[in-house]
């Protein structure tokens, strides 16, 4: 029975620090793992490579703009095979009239 209610609060806190985090515009560097379910090494290799957009205003700890990091998740889209079969056959089409 308390097992049950222990493992009911920790699904409310995460939830209610997943609702904080939305609230926020510039998020830390945990704050920022947590946002992107992205490991702590993960997120250093990335901020050190210039990947990712990142602050560090006094040189040791790294902030996040919400905002960024949704245009950062969103950059690099995948076409659907119907996006792609459709692309294909314009390009077929298109170099077909070229050619007469």
Known sequence: MQENILTKLDAIERRLVEQNLLQKEIINFSEACLYLDLSSSHLYKLTSANAIPCYCPQGKKLYFRRA???????????????????????????????RK
């Open 68 to 98: 960024e990091l949704d245009l950062w998740l969103t950059s690099r889209r995948n076409a659907s095979a119907n996006e792609v079969e459709q692309k294909a056959a314009n390009y077929i089409a298109k170099r077909g009239r070229t």
